[in-house]
């Protein structure tokens, strides 16, 4: 059975990441990218899917204590046991050419007998690989397009389909352990010195933390370690940003909603620009524009909710029928069929997101704006056509009101980019139908019964999506219909004091969504209650998220307050996203909310 989630912890190569055990398991691991097949596999299974272990033989009388080293992704785990100490360092160093897991076992105390388990399936589980030895000791693994091969001084042998081994270490001893992947047609990639690696790997990681621009106030270590997670769920390459490394762990437990995230949503783009760029990142702000425009670029119509991490459309999903899922979450998805869905709000997005960078002093470009341009005129065409909205509905398409909010949001930053820019642009028609979007969103997604703004138009319920409306500039914050839809959300979503993106009574209808409270909607709380002038309240709630981080900081994309437990895939770009955002709009004059509105400048 695999590890809470809350036990598991990132390292990442900014190309790929594996899931590190509190137990010393890596349980989950995709190379060479993100969304490549899985050689561990685990984390949805059992270890003869895949796992890499290293820990103490004895278990009994364990103590074990982790920690990042400070401001960088490496992972220290110290394990106690009567005899001795030892601390399991856990990196994967920034890719050259292959891709480098290390892990060095180090002597701390006594000493200490230890095991290592190896077992490699390729294609999530699925192939057992042919694993023979090399002249110079090297264990090879290959299994159609792929190759790993471990490199150590510590004696293995094959046992049950695995590589195994007993070692002991004693104070001041270090036992190091390597593995690289390439693919199968090339040779052996070759050795890695593992202290070079660490090396190098800290000062990668303390250079590039160092450029951060946090403020007294912000907790800057919960603030540095969202940043480095951010980061490392990056494409280097390409600087598209993954919504998590991992697939179909769960929304609720045992249940059936449970999706593959190893993609980038282009419903993040603004809330990562404007994190990125507000903590002084500006190159992996700029390279998250880069992508997005190549993402988008093409006829309009075809604009997707989502892409691959190179900009890939197809995405077609199936199920892993051989692995039984995370805790018998059932089915173990692979690809995501809501790329195809028709959503409005991603219009808004993208434009929001390029006005965003513009005002944040990216550079643009006549094609940008080209691509602009094309987006409003298909908007204007399809902008009153029903959607499957932001949390992607697989039910029948409605009038959702966040989705016309976000239509509006397009017209708007492509008025004020045309007029702040001194582009050409039919800015009098863009205008009239801004106007218009207005006036339908304020007429049809309004109920004055509940004095709140609800989930789709003519419906009773409400939706987590809606907090974000007076970030947008649609309306101000003082307005009295945005404080009644907060008291609304307050009055039914709220469990344990979080925000559930869904309402209750749409649960109630037969939808069954079963889930947990969503953490970015309640940190988008916390925002409402700092723009609508509520800060002991916004602070109170920012603390208690606060505490819903794992022990090395940590969080998935929803909580489970009854069961207190981590939901959903892990780690959740969107939910540290929200957290760095919240942190500036708290303890900052410019304000993240305020400058999506346009109220606040960038360093203001």
């Known amino acids: 059975m695999p590890s809470l989630i809350e036990d598991y912890a990132l390292i990442g190569d900014c190309e790929t990441a594996a899931l590190v055990g509190r137990d010393g398991s890596i349980d989950w691991l995709c190379w060479p990218r993100f969304d490549s097949d899985a050689c561990f596999a685990a984390l949805l299974g ?13 278990t009994e009388q364990l103590r074990i204590m982790r920690r990042y080293r400070r401001d960088t992704l490496i992972l220290e785990t110290r394990f106690e046991t009567p005899d001795g100490a030892v601390l399991l360092i856990d990196l994967m160093p920034p ?18 007998v230890m095991r290592m388990e190896l077992v ?96 007294p106030g912000e907790q800057r270590d919960a603030v540095m370690r969202s940043l480095i997670t951010l980061k490392a769920l990056t494409h280097a390459p390409t600087g598209g940003i993954v919504a998590a490394p991992t697939t179909s762990l769960p929304e609720t437990l045992g249940g059936i909603r449970n999706w593959d995230y190893r993609f980038c949503w282009l419903r993040d783009a603004t809330l990562s620009l404007l994190a990125l760029m507000n903590a002084g990142y500006y190159d992996e702000a700029s390279a998250w524009r880069d992508w997005l425009l190549r993402a988008v670029a093409g006829v309009p119509a075809q604009a997707q909710i989502m892409y691959g991490i190179g900009g890939e459309r197809r995405l077609s999903e199936w199920e892993v029928d051989w692995l039984p899922g995370y805790e018998g979450a059932r089915p173990v998805r692979i690809g995501n069929g809501a790329h195809g869905q028709i959503q409005v709000d991603v219009y808004g997005e993208v434009m929001d997101a390029l006005y965003q960078a513009y005002r944040g002093g990216l550079a643009s470009s006549e094609d940008g704006w080209s691509v602009q341009r094309a987006f409003l005129a298909h908007l204007a065409e399809i902008w009153r056509e029903p959607d499957r909205g932001i949390w992607e509905s697989r039910g029948n398409p ?21 007029e702040e820019c001194g582009l050409e642009g039919p800015i009098a028609e863009w205008k009239a139908i801004a106007e218009e979007i207005h006036a339908d ?15 789709s138009y003519g419906s009773k319920w409400l939706d987590g999506s809606l907090l974000l409306i007076p970030t947008t500039g649609f309306l101000p914050p003082d307005d009295s219909r945005i404080a009644g839809t907060v008291r609304a ?40 209650y700092v723009l609508t002038g509520r800060a002991e309240d916004a602070k109170r709630l920012f603390t208690r998220l606060l505490g819903l981080r794992n022990d090395v900081g940590l969080l998935s994309e929803e909580y489970d307050p009854v069961a207190r437990r981590l939901l959903g895939n892990f780690p959740q770009a969107f939910s540290h996203i929200a957290l760095i955002n919240t942190a500036h709009n708290l303890a900052r004059s410019s304000k993240p909310a305020e400058q999506r509105a346009g109220e606040a400048e960038l360093g203001e």
Request: hydrophobic share 45%.
């Open 489 to 528: 959300i307050e009055g039914r979503l709220l469990a344990d004091g979080f925000v559930m993106r869904h309402d209750p009574a749409e649960v109630e209808t037969g939808l069954a969504h079963g889930e947990g409270a969503f953490l970015a909607c309640s940190f988008w709380l916390a925002d409402a």
């Open 120 to 215: 490699i399936r390729f294609e999530y589980g699925a192939l057992v690989p042919w694993v023979h030895r090399l002249e110079d000791g090297t264990l090879r693994a290959i299994a159609g397009a792929d190759q790993i091969v471990l490199r150590t001084p510590c004696p293995v042998r094959g046992e049950h389909m695995s590589t195994v081994a007993e070692f002991t270490v004693a104070v001041g001893e270090t036992v190091p352990f390597t593995l690289t992947y390439a693919p199968s047609h090339l040779p052996p990639p070759d050795p890695v010195d593992p202290s070079l690696a660490l090396a190098e790997a800290e000062q990668f990681w303390n250079e590039w933390s160092g450029r951060a621009r946090i403020e």
């Open 95 to 112: 890719r050259s050419r292959h891709s480098n897991l290390v892990r060095l076992v180090v002597g701390e105390r006594g000493h200490v």
């Open 441 to 455: 969103v304020c007429a049809h997604g309004y109920n004055a019964e509940l004095g709140s703004f609800v989930q």
């Open 46 to 58: 059992t270890p003869e899917h895949g796992r890499w272990l290293v820990a103490p033989f004895e």
């Open 398 to 418: 409605r009038h959702f009101t966040f989705s016309k909010v976000m239509a509006w949001v397009a017209f708007d930053r492509g008025i004020r980019t045309a």
